[in-house]
């Protein structure tokens, strides 16, 4: 059945973090198999695809560890015209939502119109929790009209649960494998190989701020060079930016090894720094509801992956504890150091680690989700009709 579905984000499209890579890489996958996808959104610019409304002002603001944009009050008017206009079968939210654009899609929509919410997020402390809260109560009434729930990770459907009072199904953040394989061998092995340079090279690919660990990483390599068990010729590359950058470039500055910092990479350079690592290193403390870069990294390269031990990353890795590593410990850097160097200096361990590791891209990988996805779909358009 060939459905009409709008995607509804609070947020921009001119960005591609997480949640817009979630319903972009979904999206395409959903209109290769005939669907119409639109995206109903804040304010964009710069559309990345076609079928792009955006329908609001957005303002930034600080919250998860992470700089984000919200809605400003959306026109109605607007709205009214994009949902008359699209004839949707489907509207697929993504939560938490603001009641000033997503809400007033959902009151807005027609009847008829089955409703999807996926929740992405996960907090970092209790003030996000009790923030999460209260925008459950204020979007209460809007949320009823939602027939069908997914979480991308178990502790995303937590989030869920103690916000919104909902049950939700688990369905996972996809990842198009195929894509970032190809991506990877147009940059060719020329290119792999100039970033990859002489000797073991680790890569950390993220924003410097505190939660995703570039300080924790640095401090590895510190504890490393002081008990002398770093691999001879290891350097380091730390791609992102973000509030912290400077201070981890002053803190690098006082180590032996070689630390680069290129800055922000774009989307379509990334499978090759990610290809170029003997190792890749996202020792994140928290406030992951998935590891989409963690995928994105094994599907890229044919390194393995080591990650910070919290409740997105460890699901994400299905509890692999040999490539998740403590975070919450005063130990906690010697761990990490005790680590890279095995993950170097054993040849059997990388094997044996890169093989699981290779085998969870079935279970993520973009078919397999929209398989499932579309699965959830059914169940909603047939839940509202039955209304």
């Not at 079968?89 to 993504?94: E, G, P, S, T």
């Not at 009209?145 to 996972?172: K, M």
Request: hydrophobic share 40%; glycine share 10%.
């Amino acid at each position: 059945m060939t459905l009409s579905i709008g995607f509804v984000f609070d947020d921009t499209l001119d960005v591609f973090d997480g949640v817009q890579q979630h319903i972009l890489t979904l999206g395409r996958e959903l209109g290769r198999r005939g669907h119409r996808v639109q995206y109903l959104v804040g304010q964009t610019a710069h559309p990345p695809v076609d079928g792009v409304h955006s329908l609001s002002r957005n303002v930034m603001v600080s919250f998860n560890g992470n700089r984000m944009r919200i809605p400003l009050p959306a026109p109605k008017a607007p709205i009214r015209r994009v949902l008359e206009a699209g004839h949707f079968d489907l509207l697929h939210v993504q939560a938490p939502y603001s009641p000033f654009l997503a809400g007033r899609v959902i009151r807005a929509a027609n009847p008829a119109t089955a409703l999807v919410a996926t929740y992405h997020i996960a907090p970092t402390g209790s003030l996000q929790l009790l923030g999460g809260r209260l925008l459950g109560m204020i979007n209460r009434r809007t949320h009823r009209r939602i027939d069908r729930v997914i979480a991308v990770s178990p502790v995303a459907a937590s989030y869920a649960r103690q916000t919104a009072g909902v049950p939700s199904r688990v369905v996972a953040n996809p990842v198009d494998v195929a894509a970032l394989r190809r991506a990877r061998q147009a940059a060719g092995d020329q290119e792999v190989a100039r970033l990859h340079g002489q000797g073991p090279h680790l890569v950390f690919l993220g924003r410097f701020v505190a939660r995703k660990g570039a300080g924790i990483l640095l401090s590895a390599l510190q504890a490393g060079e002081r008990a002398g068990i770093l691999p001879e010729g290891l350097h380091v590359t730390m791609a992102g930016k973000g509030p912290l950058l400077e201070d981890c470039r002053r803190k690098a500055a006082a180590l032996r090894t070689p630390v680069a910092f290129p800055g922000f990479v774009d989307e379509k350079d990334k499978p090759a720094l990610l290809a170029s690592s003997d190792l890749t290193v996202f020792p994140s403390t928290g406030g992951e509801s998935f590891g989409i870069v963690l995928l994105e990294a094994i599907a890229s390269g044919t390194a393995p992956v080591l990650a910070g031990d919290n409740p997105g990353y460890r699901s994400t890795l299905m509890g692999d504890e040999r490539a998740l590593v403590p975070v919450d410990s005063p130990n906690t850097p010697d761990l990490l150091a005790r680590r890279i160097t095995q993950a170097l200096g054993d040849p059997s361990w990388r094997r044996n680690v890169r093989h699981d590791q290779l085998a969870l891209l079935d279970r993520y990988d973009v078919t397999t989700v929209a398989d499932q996805v579309e699965e959830v779909y059914r169940q909603a358009i047939q839940d509202r009709r039955l209304m």
